[in-house]
């Protein structure tokens, strides 16, 4: 019983960092991506995540994420670069 206490102690501040990341990316699960969208115009993103995510289309960073060899990176860049998208008045984003 001790050692489970300090186990736990021990690794307590990598657990609370494990579940902070599996709430953010459940959050992130259904972030619309425009059917629009220019995956090359998105800065960062490897040659071979431009050419799967046009070829695919998903609908939300859930879908991406899920597509075989799209990285956690990558979507952070889709991610960002949906934040700095153009918005109008209405607080939506502007098609480019």
Same mark, same amino acid.
């Given at each position: 019983?001790?050692?489970?206490?300090? %186990?736990? &102690?021990?690794?307590? +501040?990598?657990?609370?960092?494990? @579940?902070?990341?599996?709430?953010?990316?459940?959050?992130?699960?259904?972030?619309? !991506?425009?059917?629009?969208?220019?995956? &090359?115009?998105?800065?960062?993103?490897?040659?071979? @995540?431009?050419?799967?995510?046009? @070829? %695919?289309?998903?609908?939300?960073?859930?879908? =991406? =994420?899920?597509?075989?060899?799209?990285?956690?990176?990558?979507? #952070? !860049?889709?991610?960002?670069?949906?934040?700095?998208?153009?918005?109008?008045? #209405? +607080?939506?984003?502007?098609?480019?």
């Amino acid at each position: 019983m001790v050692e489970q206490v300090e %186990i736990l &102690a021990k690794y307590q +501040g990598y657990i609370d960092r494990q @579940a902070d990341e599996v709430q953010r990316r459940a959050s992130q699960e259904d972030t619309p !991506l425009p059917p629009e969208m220019d995956y &090359a115009a998105v800065r960062g993103l490897s040659i071979e @995540a431009q050419q799967k995510l046009t @070829a %695919i289309r998903p609908m939300s960073l859930g879908q =991406a =994420a899920r597509i075989q060899g799209i990285t956690p990176a990558t979507i #952070s !860049l889709l991610l960002v670069h949906l934040k700095r998208r153009p918005r109008n008045a #209405s +607080g939506n984003p502007v098609a480019a």
